[in-house]
């Protein structure tokens, strides 16, 4: 089975900083992918941003980028130029190459400072 | 514009009274979710749908049960809800797996009271 870990519960951010949220996963395939997803306050979750594990280089949207470090099984997510709109939970989430399922973290939830 | 509906937003039963929560979508995708999310936990999977077929989560109790009439509608049936049923019900969808080219599409969620 696949764990996906959240280790800060909550992490607070100024307006137009940069905030690092990090997620460690374990697992014993080779190839997966990973996700962070947002939810806002009215629930729904929205896809932010997916990384393929054979894929070196890190993925980016916009203002949010990932380091992934396949070795160490490390996915966190980075928002630059935090905006007001970003304030939500956070969850990383894991699915097997061949699977339909997602594992999600216990989330962080974010909340931005005017 | 909504492409994934839950309807009721909220709902509210009784103790041990059956309840039915309902998600339609507009993307023609053949996966379906059930998502159970509790306060301030991540969303746990209950089941899915793969077309007609139904594939139920080991340890999703069986008080749970889903329908899939057609590749629209999808219905989560709680026979005898408890109190501990009580949470956020999210609906998904994709048109395969969930991989690089894929993504899930969530709906708002139905949010469960049992009194």
């Known amino acids: 089975a696949q764990t996906v870990t959240q280790s800060q519960p909550e992490m607070s951010v100024q307006e137009a900083e940069t905030v690092t949220l990090s997620c460690t996963y374990d697992?014993?395939?080779?190839?997966?992918?990973l996700f962070w997803y947002k939810q806002p306050p009215s629930r729904q979750m929205i896809l932010v941003i997916r990384?393929?594990?054979?894929?070196?280089q890190n993925a980016t949207e916009n203002r949010f980028s990932v380091n992934f470090q396949k070795a160490a099984k490390s996915f966190s997510l980075k928002i630059s130029d935090s905006q007001l709109g970003d304030a939500a939970m956070y969850f990383c989430a894991f699915s097997r190459s061949n699977d339909y399922k997602l594992s999600f973290g216990a989330g962080t939830t974010v909340t931005v400072r005017a | 514009d909504a492409m994934v509906i839950q309807n009721p937003r909220y709902q509210v039963t009784q103790f041990g009274k059956p309840v039915t929560l309902s998600c339609s979508q507009t993307l023609n995708h053949n996966v379906m979710y059930w998502y159970q999310q509790k306060s301030s936990q991540a969303p746990k999977l209950l089941f899915h749908y793969y077309d007609k077929d139904f594939n139920n989560e080991a340890d999703t109790p069986d008080n749970f049960q889903s329908r899939r009439p057609n590749t629209s509608f999808c219905f989560l049936d709680i026979r005898s809800p408890g109190l501990g049923d009580a949470a956020m019900y999210l609906c998904a969808t994709s048109r395969t797996g969930v991989d690089a080219t894929e993504k899930l599409f969530f709906g708002s969620g139905t949010q469960l009271s049992v009194l």
């Open positions: 990384q393929e594990a054979y894929k070196q």
């Open positions: 697992t014993s395939e080779s190839d997966y992918y």
